[in-house]
Antibody, heavy 118, light 110 residues
Framework: EVQLVESGGGLVQPGRSLRLSCAAS????????MYWVRQAPGKGLEWVSG????????VYADSVRGRFTISRDNAGNSLYLQMNSLRVEDTALYFC???????????WGQGTLVTVSS | QSALTQPASVSGSPGQSITISCTGT?????????VSWYQQHPGKAPKLIIY???NRPSGVSNRFSGSKSGNTASLTISGLQPEDEADYYC??????????FGTGTKVTVL
């Protein structure tokens, strides 16, 4: 059974940093691209960042480019999101998601909540 | 990149069929057959219900079906059931490994 478990969320002041992790199990992690998708409280889904299976390709939404960095450790079956210069508008539940071959997200974690507030 | 446009809410009685539209541009929905749909119950993670415009993952009810015409994709739920009450989101590949999500639709079963 595929499992994705996010961690690292919490309350942080504007301008500070936070690092999210996603522990994967139940599939060959190193074979799949992985993404972060977020959902602000009471709002819709927004894709944040993605990384290819071999870390060669990394993509970012305009709203986070230059502030967030995605990375992965295939040996440790883990995905990361380093978030710097956090803003109030980054407050959201952050999901990691496994990308399948037809660009769909077939498995999602339960999310980790990031709250940016002074 | 602007979000795909979905109706904010759609409702129907048990047993009825409803359709949710998802309108984008030729740079996303109209340019690729990589439209997928997700169901999200309150407090839960999204669940994939349609991929590649019209394909259902294993285990998803055949009451869910998808289609696309031009820049608009659609999700139809047939034989509406109480457990179908949830939020639904479309998403499309938008080139260069990027995505665009829909604004979301709240489905209410009357």
């Amino acid at each position: 059974e595929v499992q994705l478990v996010e961690s690292g969320g919490g309350l942080v002041q504007p301008g500070r940093s936070l690092r999210l992790s996603c522990a994967a199990s139940g599939f060959s992690f190193g074979d799949y691209a992985m993404y972060w998708v977020r959902q602000a409280p009471g709002k819709g889904l927004e894709w944040v960042s993605g990384i290819s299976w071999n870390s060669v390709y990394k993509v970012y939404a305009d709203s986070v480019r230059g502030r967030f960095t995605i990375s992965r450790d295939n040996a440790g079956n883990s995905l990361y999101l380093q978030m710097n210069s956090l803003r109030v508008e980054d407050t959201a539940l952050y999901f990691c998601a496994k990308q399948e071959s037809n660009w769909e997200f077939d498995n999602w974690g339960q999310g980790t909540l990031v709250t940016v507030s002074s | 990149q602007s979000a795909l446009t979905q109706p904010a809410s759609v409702s129907g009685s048990p047993g009825q069929s409803i359709t949710i539209s998802c309108t984008g541009t030729s740079n996303d929905v109209g340019g690729y057959n990589y439209v997928s749909w997700y169901q999200q119950h309150p407090g839960k993670a999204p669940k994939l219900i349609i991929y590649n415009v019209s394909n259902r993952p294993s285990g998803v009810s055949n009451r869910f079906s998808g289609s696309k015409s031009g820049n608009t994709a659609s999700l139809t739920i047939s034989g509406l059931q109480p457990e179908d009450e949830a939020d639904y989101y479309c998403t499309s590949h938008a080139g260069s490994s990027t995505y665009v999500f829909g604004t979301g639709t709240k489905v209410t079963v009357l």
